[in-house]
């Protein structure tokens, strides 16, 4: 690309002006905080789009899944993006065409539009989250700033996973479901003319190796194929020539993927990285929690709906507590708590916590009770993946250069995201076909998706089970002074 170029004077570290900084952070935050709602706000809405668009059960899937699998597919990718070209200018982009595909959903008149646009939105969200992070990074030094800083930023982002699930519950009581997409709009259009004029304008560095396009397009194609064959599977039959073809094409883009993987000169992932033993268990761990926890907020909505009759506000005010839960130990006590105890105990024990969780919601009957059988759920699905989530991060981070630590927790958050969209359509799966089971032996509908959805429970409860025994017998406690720095 020649010399470097220079959109302006950059804000260092040094800048004098603090207040800048934090009035940039601050931007940042809301643009990150559209993508997060994004990612909950929906769940609560599902089974009004399930009837107004018609879908299916297993199909409902892709609602989820198409936006998941292109914000985990193309996130690293993002972040190179925004070294080559600027952050500030990747940033704004991302943020203008989350908007614009917030603006088709909200219009989609058949399935297809609906999930090509989810697409695109996951796409928009990853280069969005990618560079708001960098630009953090960018904007404070090492040291109490940044450290507060990342506090503050988590918190937004899970206090956004709390707002969005209420907020969706609001939209489609009140209004229609549409509107939990047509509400970025006027979001998207704040951020963008707030970024244009408070953003720091970087420099833009000149390339140092081809982008790895191919390493992004093979793995998500992989995983679009996985999943297509997991969520037909049980219609088209698991032997059939359709199932088995997908399987074996997604397999050859795996290949395909660690290939190029190994010969590019600047990877997606390089793939030494998962030569270091916290990094490969982190990452497996972060795949089998997030399978579960994903079922969690699809599945659970579906049995709140489907089978207790509770309308949308009525699911986003019980989804309220463990997000609250959640928000609050991500601010300030797994940090503590991992000060105390190191990283394994609370990582394992969340995730245990999290799983008897699970394991409650596959107890529950037809005729549930909010106190009884939701509540109890929902509060301890809450603490444990508020215990767990961080500690997971930092296994991933202890055992790489400070320089990679970025790369390293884009690598697990990829996988978290990949990992839940896979695990969704697994578990999802297993629901339909256990319904459809129950069904055919004539038991009537609420029991037969009651059935169904704790069948899937249970195994989300023994995913997240399996990820704490991985965690605890596996990683390996890092040294003091390893995460000190990030507490």
Known sequence: MGAPQHEAEPMTDQT??????WIAFAILCLGDLMIVLDSTIVNVALPTIRASLGFSETGLVWVVNAYLLTFGGFMLLGGRLADLYGQRRLFIGGVILFTLASLVCGLATSQTMLIVA???????????SAVALSLIMSL???????????????????????????????????????????????????????????LPRGEIQAAAGRLDVGGAVTVTGALLL???????????????PQTL??????????????AIEARVSAPL??????????VSVANGVGVLWAAAMFAWFFLSALYMQMVLGYGPMQVGLAFLPANL????????????????????????IGL???????????????????????????????VGAGMAFNPMLLAAMSDVEPSDSGLASGIVNTAFMMGGSLGLAILASVAAGRTAALTAAGQALPAALTGGYNLAFAAGAASAALAAVLGWFLLREPEPAETASLH
């Open 140 to 198: 404070f030094p090492e040291g109490p700033g940044r450290v507060r800083a990342m506090g503050y930023f988590g918190f937004v982002m899970a206090g956004g996973g709390s707002v969005g699930v209420l907020l969706g519950g609001v939209l489609t009581g009140a209004l229609d479901w549409r509107w939990i997409f047509l509400v970025n709009i006027p979001v998207g259009v704040v951020v963008v003319a707030l970024a244009y004029r408070l």
């Open 325 to 348: 839960i959640m928000g609050a130990f991500s601010y300030s006590l797994s940090a503590k708590l991992v000060n105390r105890f190191g990283v394994r105990g609370p990582l394992a």
């Open 245 to 258: 073809g997908c399987a074996l094409a997604a397999a050859a883009l795996i290949a395909a993927f660690l």
């Open 269 to 278: 992932v390089p793939l030494g990285l998962f030569r270091l033993r916290n």
């Open 352 to 382: 245990l916590i999290a799983a008897l969780g699970l394991a409650l919601f596959a107890l529950a009957p037809t005729d549930g009770i909010f106190a009884l059988h939701v509540l109890p759920s929902m509060l301890l699905l809450g």
């Open 16 to 21: 004098p002006d603090s207040r800048a900084r």
């Open 226 to 240: 996985a999943v297509y064959a997991v969520v037909n599977g049980e219609a088209a039959g698991w032997t059939s």
């Open 118 to 128: 989810r697409a695109v939105q996951g796409l928009g969200g990853a280069v969005v």
